[in-house]
């Protein structure tokens, strides 16, 4: 479509500020305006799209995202793995480099790059990989990487060991203004555990994976950005003490920034064993749309979509998670998503890959344990999808003023549904929310002005042409 108007929509815009009733005009894939009365000097030929009740705001970014190709396209695709952004409400997100091979090159960056024109229905950015193979041994061509587009390195999925390579590589990231993005997890105290460490894990005999293997590493980070300067952003907080050395830092000035996944600050390990309890009105138990726990569901102890990396933590680690988002510690939320193949997730709890899917579904999860829980303004929460990662990511985007990119997500906050597996359109299954009530959902994204995504409702309101 040449122009698109979104006519009397809640329109905010935590970049400048802007909260009001109003319409958004689309020319040539940028917007052309936006205010009241807009309508009313918009072209003939306009797709006119009422909006009303909804919320109108820049496109979502989900800087941490596995899309899996090269080489694991059995798990997802870059096809699928967007067209499942989209229907999330994200305009944009950036794939992480532990592919095969690993994105530690130019060429596998070009490769990517080249498949994303064909196939990718959002903006897709590139992570680089921090070492060659995400071995952890040498550090990977990093002013390369940036010359062919990564917006960041990180080795996710792996975490960099050495601290003498950890800190060359921050000191290489600094130089060519890219943030280093780092999975926070010391091998040797973690070892081989495949749950939280606690009293979960001892009752069900599985491994115990301690909260201190996240907060040694987190520490080196402080440590090394203090050192080199450099900016470096700790994923998939998970920890209690990771929070708040992360509230200390950024109390001192120092750039560290942390980013949350809505599982971590809604879960905890009792899901593993098939108990219910974090739905128990403890202060910040899991938020229902009925107010009550009656819309439960029941799932089997030990079923693997539960299994994540970092692990689903203890009551009072994920109550410090969702405080560390509240008070903007944690200043960036994202999915992690993480495919894989139904074969490989249903076996035995420790022989399971660790990780989850998340991008259909993870906004509802942050507007019902943020929103309508009361913890958070809409405004902040939006902010934590848009301004602050953009901001991260050096990206001119999560902006609806005049010029911007019109990368648009349209939601109802107020939207009730369940998430059905067979409604997914990611490639993979190993989601735990299936069928749970989820309060709020994506109706339209639009990306470059152009419709990536729509809800049925959103066809009954007057969309035209796709």
């Not at 909006?51 to 096809?79: F, N």
């Not at 009105?281 to 938020?287: P, S």
């Not at 902010?383 to 990662?389: D, M």
Request: hydrophobic letters at 40%; charged letters at 20%; proline letters at 5%.
């Amino acid at each position: 479509m040449n122009s698109l108007v979104l006519t009397g929509g809640r329109v905010i815009d935590p970049s400048c500020g802007f909260d009001a009733t109003a319409d958004v005009l689309v020319v040539g894939g940028k917007v052309a305006a936006l205010g009241p009365g807009i309508r009313e000097s918009a072209p003939d030929n306009a797709d006119r799209i009422d909006v009303s009740g909804w919320v109108v705001c820049p496109g979502l970014i989900d800087l941490h995202v596995h899309l899996r190709e090269p080489g694991q396209s059995a798990k997802e695709t870059i096809a699928t793995g967007t067209a499942a952004a989209a229907r999330g409400g994200f305009t944009s997100v950036v794939a992480m480099p532990n592919t095969s091979p690993a994105i530690d090159n130019a060429g596998t960056v070009a490769l990517i790059q080249s498949k994303a024109e064909r196939e990718s229905v959002v903006n897709l950015f590139i992570a680089g990989a921090i070492t060659n193979k995400i071995a952890g041994e040498e550090l990977a061509p990093i002013g390369s990487l940036k010359q062919a587009g990564v917006v960041a390195i990180t080795d996710d999925g792996h975490c960099v060991q050495n601290n003498d390579i950890m800190r060359r590589a921050l000191e290489y990231a600094r130089m060519f203004d890219l943030p280093v993005f780092d999975h926070c997890q010391d091998y040797g105290l973690v070892a081989d555990g495949v749950m939280h460490e606690g009293y979960w894990s001892t009752l069900l005999g599985l491994r115990g994976w301690p909260a201190s293997g996240e907060d040694m590493i987190v520490s080196r980070n402080i440590l090394l950005a203090e050192l080199t300067g450099a900016q470096i952003h700790c994923q998939h907080i998970s920890s209690a003490r990771s929070v708040e050395l992360i509230r200390q830092a950024k109390d001192r000035g120092l750039s560290v920034t942390g980013e949350a996944c809505p599982h971590h600050f809604t879960l905890t390990d009792a899901a593993i064993a098939g108990s219910d309890e974090f739905w128990k009105k403890d202060g910040r138990a899991l938020w229902s749309p009925k107010g009550d726990d009656s819309a439960r569901v029941a799932w089997p102890a030990f079923d693997t979509r539960f299994k994540m990396n970092p692990p689903l933590r203890s009551a009072a680690d994920r109550d410090a998670v969702l405080q560390g988002v509240i008070d903007g510690t944690l200043e960036i939320l994202c999915s992690d998503h993480a495919p894989h193949c139904d074969y490989e997730k249903e076996v035995e709890f420790d022989y399971a890959p660790f990780g989850i899917t998340g991008l259909e579904n993870e906004f509802s999860l942050a507007l019902m344990q943020l929103y309508h829980a009361g913890h958070m303004k809409l405004s902040e929460l939006l902010r934590r999808y848009t301004e602050a990662p953009a901001r991260l990511l050096r990206l001119k985007k999560g902006s609806l003023q005049v010029g911007a990119d019109a990368d648009i997500t349209v939601f109802d906050p107020d939207r009730e549904w369940t998430f059905s597996r067979g409604d997914t359109l990611s490639k993979s299954t190993n989601n735990p929310y299936y069928q749970w009530p989820l309060k709020g959902m994506s109706l339209l994204t639009i990306v470059g002005g152009k419709v990536a995504y729509y809800d049925p409702a959103v066809k009954a309101r007057g969309l035209a042409s796709v």
